[in-house]
């Protein structure tokens, strides 16, 4: 029996994962259609996917590269609508035409999409990680009274989620998740070198292409520390373990009360992950090469240096917390990383302002919505001035 035909929207169609989500559909266009597409400024190529996909609705939040989009749909006679603001891209997300919403942005910025589409009890594939980080037990509750259904599509969570199928009782039978990471390009510099770190090299990752943002919190590992806390929320547990796998090839594993452990495995794809989010409860074509473990030859595993990557320990410390540390910890992060990759502050820096954030700020719990945001606007600005004092 086939899946139902769905009518898809892609929030940050141009990044790698609405790049790659596109690929999936293609692969499978009798099960779903583009509803909708958005970016925030790429007018270029968001144009050349509407002429391609022929989406009923795009959207762009920078005004200037919107009337510029708009324009280029008129002058090709394309029948795309381009919506004006937030207030109508937030009512085709929650619409009936809305089957399946992907959320592929990056950072926090993409909480209020993803609230809309949980909210209005639509299926999310969550690549948007900030989400769940700053606003995990609230997204939850909420998912809870909407009947919204969370898919993780980064790949270590669709692994876990992957790996949880082979039971019916999660929270009885699980001992514990191993959370994979690949070490980023920096697992075996001394850390005596890591000092003089470019951002050239720090985006430069052994394994997954991706943007630059991303590629800099894998390099000093905070990626890995968002994703523990993302787990922790996606599957209710705090009993989750960081290891090193260099090759990528094991996604992440469960643990279970018997000790058996269960892995997940294929090749570095996001395609996999996404077709497996799309097509649940069937698997459907990803595109994507098979494995050939006998190629392979041997997989290798370490534990985490933690003082060479001390932002897992930061990390760590936010998911203990809880309430409004998760915020703290992201909004530093990502004001940091952007000071990092326009060279106003140095790599390890980057470590130096998040806890510098976090020591200064006070963590209350989370009841609503604002005041997340009024958490990271505070965490934001404090890490502005610690970047200044620098």
Not at 286 to 304: R, T
């Amino acid at each position: 029996m086939g899946i139902k035909y769905m009518n898809v929207v892609i929030l940050g169609s141009t990044g790698s994962i609405g790049t790659s989500s596109l690929e999936v559909i293609d692969n499978n266009r009798d099960d779903f259609s583009i509803l909708l597409l958005t970016a925030n400024s790429s007018h270029d190529l968001l144009f050349e996917q509407c002429k391609l996909y022929k989406p009923k609705y795009a959207y762009l939040e920078d005004r200037s590269c919107s009337i510029t989009l708009k324009e280029s749909i008129k002058e090709n006679g394309l029948l795309t609508k381009v919506l004006d603001n937030q207030l109508e891209l937030n009512e085709v997300i929650g619409s009936e035409e809305t089957d399946i919403v992907i959320a592929g942005m990056v950072g926090v910025v993409g909480l209020r999409p993803v609230y809309t589409s949980i909210a209005s009890g639509k299926k999310v594939l969550l690549a948007n990680k900030e989400s769940y980080v700053v606003a995990g037990e609230f997204l939850n509750n909420l998912a809870k009274s909407s009947g919204s259904t969370i898919f993780p599509i980064d790949s270590e969570h669709s692994a876990i989620h992957q790996c949880l199928e082979g039971s019916n009782r999660h929270n009885q039978d699980v001992s514990k998740i191993i959370l994979i990471g690949s070490g980023g390009p920096f697992r075996e510099t001394d850390l005596s070198l890591l000092r003089g770190v470019t951002p050239e090299e720090a985006v430069a990752h052994p394994i997954w292409s991706m943007g630059r943002k991303i590629s800099v919190d894998s390099a000093t590992m905070m990626n890995k520390g968002l994703e523990l806390i993302e787990a922790r929320w996606l599957f209710d547990s705090q009993n989750i373990e960081i290891t090193i796998h260099p090759e990528g090839i094991i996604h992440s594993l469960v643990e279970f009360k018997d000790k058996s452990v269960i892995a997940q495995l294929s090749l570095p794809d996001m395609k996999i992950p996404i077709a497996y989010g799309l097509g649940y409860p069937n698997r459907i074509n990803s595109g994507a090469s098979g494995l050939d473990l006998a190629e392979i030859g041997s997989l290798n595993f370490y534990k985490p240096d933690y003082d060479k990557f001390p932002c897992l320990k930061l990390a760590t410390q936010a998911m203990a917390s809880a309430g409004t540390s998760p915020v703290i910890l992201n909004a530093a992060n990502e004001v940091a990383v952007e000071a990092f990759l326009n060279k106003q502050i140095g790599y390890l820096d980057i470590h130096k302002t998040i806890s510098s954030v976090m020591d200064r700020m006070t963590v209350n719990p989370v009841k609503e919505l604002e005041q997340i945001f009024e958490a990271d606007i505070q965490a934001r600005e404090l890490a502005l001035q610690t970047i200044k004092d620098i």
